[in-house]
């Protein structure tokens, strides 16, 4: 009997171990990682949780997967008592250093067992595993980046009935752009916990017999659960039943690279959130609006802060990366924030001197807490976020020079205030003054001040010349300044400065007007005043001119002569073209009566009208490339007309005025009837802002037509193959030798559908583009009128792509079938090399031409090798080479050397004739395997083995 009970002591002892061991000790935590330099693959990861310290179990014996095949388990930590985190919590931090392979996508996670019993919002939860998880992307294309940190502990209680708040105070190192999103809680990679329900939902209310519809803290509403996606603040208003709950959220980078944001990591945090049935007020904070200040600016303001409980003592804290900055970091008073009770209402004190250093893109997010001291409940909180944002100051202009002798303009400006942060400076121009006044803090240049940027400049440049300037017209200039990627961030746009305008020494071409549109018989009329600035001694009048056109907005596609000889008139009517499809280009040439010729006019293009259907209504929008400005301070309006189709110009009637210096060229025509067709035409005015020249300019576009809800798209078209010659790799390797350019282009060529209806019913094609076979194709954003297009500015030349023909209704037909071009990838290996420290054949190496100096010397022989040489080794050079990983097997089959490209280790390989512990390899014939991932455009395909044997001689 006495062993009975002494086994039933065992058994009860062992239950009560099981128990403890699975009794809940994370509350929250999140995986946050740091890069050590951005010239390694080495991170600081660490695992940061909050713990019950109730709990006896400790942090210990977890996973942490680093996302590239290897783990590691954790080692028992105890807890740091925090005493500002409140009663029974605790803080734990692990953190361990990682160097990844190379670049990669890697989700990098941390579980855990178990999570608590009885967590209301999930099945299981005692035998579910706590699980965190960070995404980080390692691209060079990208650059150096950290996560995300959060500054704000998860320890926050609520009360049934009142407005439970959270953010988690983030913000990113690199001044990465941050959102936030709600995600499921997850138990393993990919793996929900047990039916996850959102905290609001009605079964937490129905059971402690609340009105769900009138069970937010107004009581006027449904309960609600929401995350701020720009803030991060989480308000849950309001909790229902009394208990455990658990929620997950991400916290996500965006950067933006080139005209496009794109994510690039995130980090999760997992959180328990304790509700009590208690009847605490919650407090209240007053912050100020967001603000924008220019860097320089001192900030001083004050937090306020209040509660409905007059007994209770109340604490307000900041959260925010200002209060670290160096130099000049924020402060608040009192510091460190205590409880204050007394007189309402508290107040924290923010004071920041902001300087150049602190200019970013996105604002600074400051994230206040105001925390309250209750008899009567656990402390209730409040979090609002204020944002400051700070800009460059404006650069300063110094006056600029007109040289008419060259046709340009000499801009100078002041050293920049901000120069030792700022990167570049931005030249802005426009034809005529814009004196348009610039919003308080509004940086760069509104779209609505129609100024174009012609150049990018150092910081440390003061100086640019702006060259081949218009007769006769008026130009102005602004400056930006642009600070460094990936935190950003431009100047207030400096004031405008204006020139006289250019002397009128050739013709002026002033009107580009459509008179007819027709595809065989459309008109157009040009007009242009004579040199009225000319020097009329060396050019006597009268003058005759030459009108030459091309296709285009600019450019010399199809040059030609609208007719042979001169004429002496100012005005020519252009007809017998297709004005319906196509955008003209004119310029004039002048002769004096001596015949001396006068230099050609600046180039004018036609105006050209497209309109996208939408449902129920048309958008239309038009453009020109004209020497004079087309959005004018003093001729804002543009006017447009409509009709049915096949009316004439003339018919077309006045519906609208466009006021193009605040919508932009583009209008839209609402409440249409989607069974009927609209045709279109717009009247653009302009100036070159020169009292000489008739203003406004006034031309028209062509009348263009389109249906409301137009969704027939129109006929599909096919990309033609290159010829044979025009991919071949020999031709290839002879003309580029191993100097492989950076930039690379394809040309792709199509034909128009042989049926004239289809014909007419393309407006345009859209060019679809994936870098590889099996990648997603996404649309280019160029807009393609003519049969051919060049795509530029690529890393290599694999790709594919599809074409979609486009109608006026931005329909787009089926996409043809993918044509891809690829890459001449080549590697090869010697069969023999001399590691005896001549610096000749030393290592082991794939053909290159890396020890050929100028003009041919070989910097092993010292001789200059012959052309036969040189194009020998062109031949053979490797190429399109994206990875290599090498083994060297002696002659009984044993490993003597590994390598694998990647950070220092080129693909060329360079073994120097040692074994993997350093030691130098006797002479003899020795076998290796090359495992060569090339660029390729099928990944199926990039990889290939190449084994050989080496003579090693010394």
């Known amino acids: 009997m006495k062993y009975l009970k002494t086994g039933c002591w065992i058994v009860f002892f062992f239950l009560c171990f099981v128990h403890f061991s699975h009794a809940t000790h994370l509350r929250a935590g999140e995986i946050t990682v740091e890069r050590i330099s951005c010239n390694g693959l080495t991170f600081r990861i660490t695992i940061t949780a909050y713990t019950n310290l109730g709990s006896p179990v400790k942090f210990s014996d977890g996973t942490l997967n680093f996302g590239d095949g290897s783990t590691i388990q954790t080692p028992t930590i105890d807890n740091i008592i925090r005493p500002e985190l409140g009663a029974g919590i605790g803080f734990v931090q692990y953190t361990t250093e990682h160097t990844f392979p190379g670049p990669g996508y890697y989700i990098i996670t941390y579980k855990e067992r178990n999570r608590n019993a009885g967590i209301l919002n999930m099945a299981n939860s005692v035998n579910t595993q706590f699980f965190l998880e960070t995404v980080i992307i390692v691209d060079p294309f990208i650059g150096c980046d950290n996560s995300p940190q959060l500054l704000v502990p998860p320890i926050d209680k609520g009360c049934t009935g009142k407005a439970w708040y959270h953010n988690p105070g983030a913000f990113d190192p690199d001044g990465d752009s941050l959102s936030y999103e709600f995600t499921d809680p997850k138990q393993d990679k990919n793996v929900p916990v047990n039916n996850y329900r959102d905290p609001n939902l009605k079964e937490f209310y129905d059971r402690i017999g609340l009105n769900y519809s009138a069970s937010n803290e107004g009581q006027n509403g449904p309960p609600t659960f929401s995350i701020n996606p720009v803030t991060g603040t989480i308000l849950w208003d309001a909790p229902g039943a009394p208990g455990e709950y658990n929620i997950a959220f991400r916290i996500i980078q965006w950067r933006k690279i080139g005209p496009a944001w794109r994510q690039i990591g995130y980090v999760t945090r997992d959180m328990q959130i304790v509700i009590e049935d208690c009847k605490n007020q919650r407090p209240e904070l007053t912050v100020p609006p967001d603000i924008c200040v220019e860097a320089g600016t001192s900030i001083n303001e004050f937090i306020f802060g209040d509660d409905p409980d007059a007994l209770d003592s109340l604490k307000i804290e900041a959260f925010s990366e200002v209060f670290t900055l160096n130099p000049s970091a924020a402060s608040y008073t009192p510091f460190p924030a205590r409880f204050q009770g007394g007189g309402r209402p508290v107040t924290l004190n923010f004071k920041w001197n902001t300087t150049c250093a602190h200019v970013k893109d996105q604002p600074y997010q400051v994230v206040f807490k105001i925390s309250d001291k209750s008899k009567t409940g656990p402390s209730l909180v409040q979090f609002k976020t204020w944002r400051i944002r700070v800009v460059g100051p404006k650069p300063v202009w110094k006056p600029a020079v007109l040289d008419l002798?060259?046709?340009?303009?000499?801009?100078?400006?002041?050293?920049?205030?901000?120069?030792?942060?700022?990167?570049?400076?931005?030249?802005?121009?426009?034809?005529?003054?814009?004196?348009?006044?610039?919003?308080?803090?509004?940086?760069?240049?509104?779209?609505?001040?129609?100024?174009?940027?012609?150049?990018?400049?150092?910081?440390?440049?003061?100086?640019?010349?702006?060259?081949?300037?218009?007769?006769?017209?008026?130009?102005?200039?602004?400056?930006?300044?642009?600070?460094?990627?990936?935190?950003?961030?431009?100047?207030?746009?400096?004031?405008?400065?204006?020139?006289?305008?250019?002397?009128?020494?050739?013709?002026?071409?002033?009107?580009?007007?459509?008179?007819?549109?027709?595809?065989?018989?459309?008109?157009?009329?040009?007009?242009?005043?004579?040199?009225?600035?000319?020097?009329?001694?060396?050019?006597?009048?009268?003058?005759?001119?030459?009108?030459?056109?091309?296709?285009?907005?600019?450019?010399?596609?199809?040059?030609?002569?609208?007719?042979?000889?001169?004429?002496p008139d100012s005005v020519w009517v252009d007809t017998g073209i297709n004005t319906r499809d196509n955008i003209y280009n004119y310029r004039i040439f002048g002769f004096a009566s001596n015949s001396a010729p006068i230099d050609s006019s600046a180039v004018a293009s036609s105006v050209r009208l497209e309109i996208k259907s939408k449902f129920k209504e048309l958008e239309l929008r038009w453009a020109a490339n004209v020497p004079w400005s087309n959005n004018t301070f003093d001729f804002p309006t543009h006017t447009i007309y409509r009709g049915a189709q096949g009316q004439s110009e003339s018919q077309l009637v006045k519906i609208a005025d466009v006021n193009v210096n605040q919508n932009g060229f583009v209008f839209t025509d609402p409440d249409l009837n989607e069974s009927q067709i609209y045709c279109y035409r717009v009247e653009a005015r302009g100036s070159y802002g020169n009292p000489k020249i008739q203003r406004p300019q006034i031309n028209f576009s062509q009348i263009s037509c389109a249906q409301p809800s137009d969704d027939e798209p129109p006929c599909s078209v096919s990309l033609i193959p290159p010829k044979p010659a025009d991919v071949d790799c020999q031709k290839y390797f002879a003309t580029t030798g191993c100097n492989i350019s950076e930039v690379f282009s394809n040309t792709l060529n199509w034909e128009r559908p042989a049926d004239p209806g289809c014909q007419v019913d393309i407006n345009s094609y859209a060019i679809y583009y994936a870098a590889r076979v099996g990648d997603e194709f996404k649309r280019l954003p160029d807009v393609v009128r003519d049969t051919f297009f060049v795509h530029t500015n690529l890393p290599s030349f694999a790709g594919c792509y599809k074409i979609a023909a486009v109608d006026r209704a931005g329909n787009e037909s089926a996409l043809s079938e993918p044509l891809c071009f690829d890459n001449c990838p080549y590697y090869e290996l010697p069969n023999v090399f001399t590691p005896n420290g001549d610096k000749c054949n030393d290592v082991f190496s794939a053909y290159s031409t890396r020890n050929i100096g100028e003009g041919g010397v070989s910097e092993c022989q010292k001789t200059k090798l012959s052309e036969t040489q040189i194009g020998e080794l062109q031949r053979r050079c490797a190429r399109f080479v994206r990875k290599v990983n090498f083994t060297v097997f002696n002659r009984w089959g044993g490993v003597v050397y590994s390598f694998e490209s990647g950070g220092e280790r080129s693909i060329y390989i360079d073994w120097d004739g040692r074994d993997n512990g350093g030691r130098e390899l006797p002479t003899g014939t020795y076998y290796y395997e090359a495992q060569v991932t090339f660029d390729v455009v099928d990944p199926a395909k990039a990889t290939q083995l190449f084994k050989g044997w080496v003579q090693l001689v010394r």
């Open 405 to 567: 002798a060259t046709r340009s303009a000499k801009l100078e400006w002041q050293n920049y205030t901000c120069a030792a942060n700022a990167a570049t400076m931005e030249v802005w121009r426009r034809v005529d003054s814009f004196p348009g006044a610039v919003g308080p803090c509004v940086t760069g240049i509104p779209d609505s001040f129609g100024y174009t940027k012609i150049a990018t400049v150092p910081i440390g440049t003061t100086k640019y010349t702006n060259t081949g300037l218009a007769s006769g017209a008026k130009y102005c200039y602004r400056l930006v300044a642009i600070f460094p990627l990936p935190r950003g961030g431009e100047s207030i746009v400096s004031d405008e400065i204006c020139l006289p305008p250019f002397k009128a020494d050739r013709a002026v071409i002033t009107h580009v007007t459509v008179d007819k549109t027709d595809d065989k018989n459309g008109q157009i009329t040009v007009r242009w005043r004579s040199p009225f600035d000319i020097d009329k001694t060396s050019f006597p009048p009268p003058y005759s001119y030459k009108v030459f056109r091309a296709e285009g907005f600019s450019g010399k596609i199809k040059l030609v002569e609208t007719f042979p000889g001169t004429r």
